[in-house]
């Protein structure tokens, strides 16, 4: 290990040492500093699109609680000395009269290309979907991504009766739940549909507990 | 569980190649010579430095980085380099055969955007620690296979006639290219 | 980044001078370099991986190269100001280290003025810190010039980076997409090249791009009489 410059002397590890702390403890500083001007933003924007989509889905309510799942069961808050950022949350959203309109609950499922995550209305109270939509899918353009871009597909999921049945398109024969896929993205539709279906399977006792908790 | 690590190993690997169709690891891609052994010996050095970096990365993001997550990247980078370096000392004294035929190819995994790229999707898709490895062994087979189809297809290449303007870069490229388009066909592969 | 590129010694890289003569370059040499003759991606091959990756749209493709740029500018700024105070030795990693708080600096700022440029752009912004051509630079420019050459270098290596990216950007959103900038050119019956927005699009674009290159400086290089002609194979074995 020679430097360039034969007439430098071995320079002492305590040197070296020095140097690189100085220097990481200084880029700590201007990150940090930055970090404080960027969090803010970031985090107004990050609650923005959540409750974009959120309103999406439940038809614009006047406003929405965010509710977390554990033990079994939904509630307003955490248990104590748990961090609500490792929990599920599912969204409850209440129109003008202060009465609840539905839930609002993420799913996410291996699709085509890669995972998909979407969000999606449900009323347990009647057991139908107020809507559906894509969060995030890396399907393949102008085909997979339909199921984003499709409006009669995203809008056959408003009304629609849980659980859901996947048919393909033409073959409806008017049962309750069915909902055609996209032809061409069968496997993209069939994603969809089935993550909402397994987010149901876990969620809807919960849900319709919940719901009874609080009355109407 | 198992069928959800089937998956990610198998994503990684094919479906979404780290070199073909994620586009990392592309340093090494274009640069290694048209050997199918040194594509060989380049694609193990890098699983075994993929392996180590994931499991170090679970250990920061799930003890470490909790508290600063801005310092993320820096973290990474620092435990990278420090994880090549020593995997370095460790194959030159463990191993200098190895280490000779290796050669430039030990330090030249510190810049590989693979590396750094498996500890950010890791992070950003929150693996556990057996998801994690399942990702880094993935990409590791892929990124091997993605060398080593490469390289094969390159033997044959330089026997082939191409016109002189194509020879080099350009012909590498567009062969990735076409191997990148054959890759296409894995969509879908786990699939009901 | 090229085989033969030694930046992972210990040993500080030899200047590039021929070798007998210090060569001294103009200011204008040290801008222009790197746009055009050595353009980082498509002469020297370097930051391929950024290049393919997100140059599927043209806003993509800009705000990447400008996030580049900003590294660049930054670290090539730091580097020349305080290369008396590195020392040798631990050289590389006090680059990467600058070059990576820079880099979380763009991260952070992009996530907060463009998020949805940002989440377009995923991993990728994080992967500029080794992206070969910011350490290439520090290495062999920036740590033995004066701040102001060194800021002169970056700029032009920055450009020469962005002007490829937006090559790439633009043939492939045009065909892929049949827009630019998300206006739509074509009439709504274009039915766009999907794949060149995708991964396989983006091989085949560069490669192309690189044949186009390689036969335009031959054809000028062939047809300037003062310029010395280099035996043909020179020219091939340059691009490999």
């Not at chain 3, 892929?176 to 085949?204: A, D, H, K, N, T």
Request: glycine content about 10%; proline content about 5%.
């Amino acid at each position: 290990m020679s430097s360039a410059a034969p007439e430098r002397s071995e320079v002492p590890a305590r040197r070296l040492l020095g140097t690189l702390g100085l220097a990481g403890a200084i880029a700590g500083l201007l990150i940090v500093l930055v970090y404080q001007w960027a969090e803010p933003r970031i985090a107004s924007h990050r609650a923005r699109v959540l409750q974009l989509a959120v309103q999406e889905v439940l038809h614009d309510p006047a406003r929405f609680e965010t509710l977390f799942v554990h033990d079994g069961s939904v509630h307003t808050g955490a248990p104590a000395g748990v961090d609500t950022a490792g929990l599920e949350r599912v969204y409850l959203g209440y129109d003008d009269a202060g009465a609840p309109v539905g839930f609002a609950v993420t799913a996410a499922k291996p699709g085509f290309q890669d995972v998909i995550q979407l969000i999606f209305g449900f009323d347990p109270r009647t057991g139908r979907l107020l809507g559906m939509k894509v969060l995030q899918s890396l399907e393949t353009p102008g085909l997979g991504d339909k199921i984003e871009k499709d409006s009669t597909f995203v809008a056959a999921f408003e009304g629609v009766a849980a659980p859901l049945l996947p048919v393909k398109r033409g073959a409806a024969a008017g049962e309750a739940g069915e909902v055609e896929m996209i032809t061409g993205a069968t496997i993209s539709s069939r994603t969809v549909i089935e993550a909402i279906n397994a987010a149901l399977d876990r969620l809807r006792p919960l849900l319709e507990a919940y719901m009874a908790r609080e009355g109407s | 569980m198992s069928g959800e690590l089937a998956w990610i190993l198998v994503s990684a690997m094919l479906v979404n190649n780290f070199t073909l169709v994620l586009f990392l690891g592309l340093c090494p891609f274009m640069g290694v010579s048209a050997r199918v052994a040194t594509a060989l010996r380049m694609g193990a050095a890098n699983i075994f430095v993929l392996v180590i970096t994931s499991m170090s990365v679970w250990f920061l993001n799930t003890f470490v980085l909790q508290s600063a997550p801005f310092l993320r990247l820096i973290s990474f980078i620092v435990v990278i380099a420090s994880l090549v370096q020593i995997v370095e000392m460790a194959v030159k004294k463990f191993s200098p055969a190895l280490f000779r035929e290796l050669g430039i190819f030990l330090p030249l995994i510190t810049t590989n955007c693979a590396i750094l790229g498996l500890a950010i999707f890791q992070t950003n898709r929150g693996y556990g620690f057996l998801e994690g490895l399942s990702f880094a062994v993935g990409a590791g087979l892929g990124l091997t296979l993605a060398l080593v189809l490469m390289a094969s297809i390159r033997e044959r290449t330089e026997l082939s006639d191409v016109p002189g303007l194509a020879r080099g870069m350009g012909l590498v490229l567009i062969l990735a290219g076409s191997l990148s388009l054959a890759f296409m066909g894995f969509a879908g592969l786990f699939s009901t | 980044m090229e085989p033969g590129a030694d930046v992972g010694s210990a040993e500080p890289a030899p200047d590039t001078a021929p070798a007998g003569s210090r060569r001294s370059t103009t200011p204008s040499q040290d801008l222009l370099r790197g746009f055009w003759r050595e353009n980082p991606v498509l002469v020297q091959l370097l930051g391929l991986c950024p290049a393919l990756a997100v140059t599927n749209t043209v806003a993509n493709s800009i705000a990447m190269g400008l996030a580049t740029f900003f590294v660049l500018v930054g670290s090539s700024l730091f580097v020349s100001t305080l290369k008396r105070l590195i020392p040798a030795e631990v050289r590389i990693s006090a680059y990467i280290l600058i070059i990576a708080t820079f880099v979380t600096i763009a991260d952070l700022a992009l996530a907060a003025v463009v998020p949805d440029i940002h989440k377009a752009l995923g991993a990728f912004i994080a992967l500029i810190v080794v992206n070969c051509m910011i350490l290439g630079r520090q290495e062999a420019f920036a740590s033995k010039r004066p701040v102001g050459r060194a800021l002169l270098d970056a700029a032009g290596t920055g450009a020469g980076f962005m002007v490829a990216l937006l090559i790439m950007g633009t043939v492939r959103e045009v065909l892929g997409s049949g827009s630019i900038l998300g206006r739509p050119l074509f009439g709504p019956g274009y039915e766009p090249w999907i794949v060149m927005i995708l991964p396989p699009g983006g091989f085949l674009t560069l490669g192309f791009v690189l044949l186009g290159f390689g036969w335009w400086r031959e054809r000028r290089d062939a047809e300037t009489p003062r310029v010395r002609r280099w035996p043909h194979g020179v020219t091939a074995r340059r691009a490999a």
